[in-house]
């Protein structure tokens, strides 16, 4: 997989030869900060994730393929999503916890640095999302 040069007025040209692991997902990520809702569940209020969240995470786990062990230590983050309209935030948050939940690594919290990058296609909403493993010698790159 090749991550390309996206604009030249927000280039970023990932290749997959920088990556320890990657993968294409298809489908919209909902926006964690508004994916929360509040329900009564046997008489006390609990917050939960939306219906989108919900939906999104099930289709991001039946279409994920981990690495044979989770990524282990500090890590970077590559993600550029299309979406389907203008309208919705980046946020890449749901997509850090999923990577959890689906064994890409052990904790989102391993997430040191973030590349990402909002981007439209009507007909195709996706993601590709890419993590790299960081050496203690690894410094941000802007």
């Not at 030869?17 to 508004?34: F, H, I, M, R």
């Not at 007909?123 to 802007?142: C, Q």
Request: net charge neutral; charged share 30%; aromatic share 8%.
């Amino acid at each position: 997989m090749l991550f390309v040069e996206l604009s030249s007025s927000n280039c970023a040209i990932f290749t997959e030869e920088e990556w320890d692991w990657s993968q294409e997902v298809l489908g919209e990520p909902a926006s964690k900060s508004n994916s929360r809702r509040l329900v009564r569940i046997k008489g006390k209020t609990r917050v939960i994730k939306s219906e989108k969240a919900l939906k999104y995470k099930k289709y991001f786990l039946e279409q994920i393929n981990p690495p044979s062990d989770p990524i282990e230590g500090d890590v970077e983050l590559g993600v550029v999503v299309w979406y389907a309209t203008r309208r919705p935030d980046l946020d890449v948050s749901l997509i850090m916890d999923l990577l959890q939940d689906a064994a890409v690594i052990q904790n989102d919290r391993q997430i040191k640095i973030i590349r990402a990058y909002h981007q439209l296609d009507k007909e195709n909403s996706r993601s590709l999302i890419a993590v790299r493993k960081l050496s203690e010698t690894s410094t941000p790159r802007l």
